[in-house]
């Protein structure tokens, strides 16, 4: 895990619905396969990065609660991963 994923690690959404503190620890990660190059030019010549497989992380609390978070990387030079959650 590299430092700015271990910077990104989320609070656990059931301690803060009950308004609870708790030590969060990251479990395992998992991504979907899906081959090919990703990258292109556009028409006005940005290059955007749009691969669509899905990261999946996995988090559990000192409260024993546990969750799950998934996402896919957004491109820096556009919104297309938000037109697929």
């Excluded at 271990?6 to 308004?19: D, F, G, K, Q, T």
Aim: some cysteine.
């Amino acid at each position: 895990m590299t430092m700015s994923a271990m910077s990104a690690i989320p609070a656990c959404p059931e301690c803060e619905r009950l308004n609870q503190k708790s030590r969060v620890y990251p479990g395992g990660s998992s991504t979907t396969l899906l081959g090919g190059n990703f990258y292109f030019r556009d028409e006005d010549g940005v290059t955007h990065h749009h691969d669509p497989n899905r990261i999946r992380d996995s988090y559990r609390c000192s409260k024993g609660h546990l969750w799950e978070e998934s996402y896919i990387q957004p491109c820096h030079s556009c919104d297309w991963a938000k037109k697929l959650t």
